[in-house]
């Protein structure tokens, strides 16, 4: 927002400057008093307002971000009311805690590629862009999580809930960074509307966990991961969504799990961002090359990373069951470490590649195509993840440790390439799609591998 006098904008602006408090007011006193049947009036009004918004020219100006705001909010306290009586709640610390993430970024955000300024001078609009600021974009992230924490905080002291507020603390985190992304990413969805609900989403998944740690854990997880994302970000091998989608997975896995398994999968985006600069300018003189340099967004991290994150996030919750899912973790990173690199290497080999599929030859950089260097690369890359599994010791056993790694990172980029000689070739899959599968199949091979070896 420009640095003016606030009583020399608009009506429109103003409305919105100072709405978002005044309605945050307004909702902790329907907290307190209002009966369902006052949560379901609001509820109704804030989509007839929202639809407004939609479809009605002059009422579009009319301060969206109050009323996206209101919308959103307003459909989580409903949610929350809806399943009150059930199983599974929506409780309504989570709801505040969410609409105060989205109500400190609704002006202006420190993680948006571009932001509009508008010229009252000459009155009309258009977008700057705005470079990445990692003091503003820290302080920021910093603000959300304490508005975050003090609203659920609020609700848990005042509906004496027993709750510990070092899982308060700890969801806190995860929706300030959930919703920091969500603003990162490009899109024609208001953020006011995908910002609270995806955070608010992923705030409620993991308060159904009910898993904790010391809040000093936290935020130590925090600031290293987010540390790393940055010097990803400076290195050009991430963007600010890939960034965030850094520190997200390892605020997660160093909680869930512990630091070593986070590091072993950290190994995987600095070899792949590594190998991806590997002869970058032949590969980009015939076509293959990475898009934008090689700079990974997003889809790249949560493509590649999920199945590890599902893994690190059961190691923790199902401990009895620790052995089979670390080795189905190896598993599952030494697939992203070893297609990457068989993709980046296995394509710069002088002869040319074969399809998987009917083994005839193909163009480097086709879906499905493989050769003997790709091959070899995948080997290379999955036997480094078990190898160091061992050395920071996720693993107590470096054969092991070395075998299930290398098995499993082979089967699942060999899973890659089939996937992508078929599905994806067919316009069936994205390659984010057949990363996501890859990886899950990798971890499935790895997983049957260890029971079949410890059952002889």
């Known amino acids: 927002m420009s640095y003016m006098n606030r009583a020399a904008l608009p009506l429109n602006n103003r409305i919105s400057i100072y709405g978002v408090p005044v309605m945050y007011i307004l909702y902790l006193l329907l907290i307190l008093i209002a009966p369902f049947a006052g949560v379901t009036l609001l509820f109704l009004i804030s989509v007839i307002l929202f639809l407004g918004t939609r479809f009605s020219g002059n009422y579009v100006s009319c301060s969206r971000d109050v009323i996206s705001l209101y919308f959103s909010l307003s459909l989580m306290l409903f949610f929350s009311f809806i399943l009150g009586s059930s199983s599974y709640t929506y409780p309504f610390y989570i709801a505040l805690a969410a609409f105060a993430i989205a109500a400190v970024g609704s002006h202006n955000s420190s993680f948006s590629e571009t932001i509009p300024v508008t010229d009252f001078e000459s009155r009309r609009s258009r977008l700057k862009k705005k470079s990445f600021s990692i003091f503003w974009g820290s302080v920021f992230l910093g603000i959300r999580i304490a508005a975050a924490f003090l609203a659920a905080v609020w609700v848990v002291y005042w509906q004496g809930l027993s709750i510990s507020y070092n899982l308060v603390f700890l969801i806190a985190v995860i929706g300030a960074v959930t919703g920091s992304l969500f603003e990162s990413i490009p899109s024609s969805i208001d953020k006011n509307i995908s910002v609270p609900l995806g955070a608010g989403m992923m705030m409620w998944i993991f308060e159904e966990f009910r898993y904790w740690v010391p809040a000093e854990k936290t935020l130590i997880a925090l600031v290293f991961s987010f540390f790393l994302g940055v010097l990803a970000h400076r290195a050009k091998i991430a963007d600010v969504s890939a960034l965030l989608s850094a520190a997200l997975l390892g605020v997660l896995i160093i909680v869930f799990s512990g630091l070593p398994w986070f590091l072993l999968l950290l190994t995987f985006f600095i070899m792949g961002g590594g190998f991806t600069r590997y002869k970058y300018q032949y590969k980009k003189s015939i076509g293959i090359a990475q898009s934008k340099e090689g700079i ?21 919750i199902f401990s009895e069951h620790s052995l089979p899912i670390i080795y189905a973790y190896l598993g599952t990173v030494a697939t992203a470490t070893g297609d990457t690199l068989a993709s980046e290497i296995g394509t710069t080999a002088k002869g040319r590649p074969r399809m998987i599929t009917t ?32 050395v920071l010791g996720v693993s107590d056993n470096l054969l092991l440790s070395v075998i299930i790694a290398t098995a499993g990172g082979f089967f699942g980029t060999n899973i890659d390439s089939l996937l992508g000689a078929t599905l994806q070739k067919n316009g069936l899959l994205s390659n984010s799609g057949v990363n996501f599968l890859a990886t899950f199949a990798g971890a499935g091979f790895s997983l049957l591998l260890y029971i079949l070896i410890t059952a002889i």
Do not use: C, H, Q
Request: proline share 2%; net charge negative.
């Open 296 to 316: 990974r967004s997003y889809e790249n991290v949560f493509s590649n990373s999920t199945a590890a994150l599902v893994l690190a996030v059961a190691y923790g």
């Open 359 to 390: 083994l005839k030859l193909a163009k480097p950089g086709d879906d499905g195509a493989i050769s003997l260097l790709g091959e070899l690369a995948s080997i290379f890359g999955s036997a480094v993840i078990g190898l160091l599994a061992y």
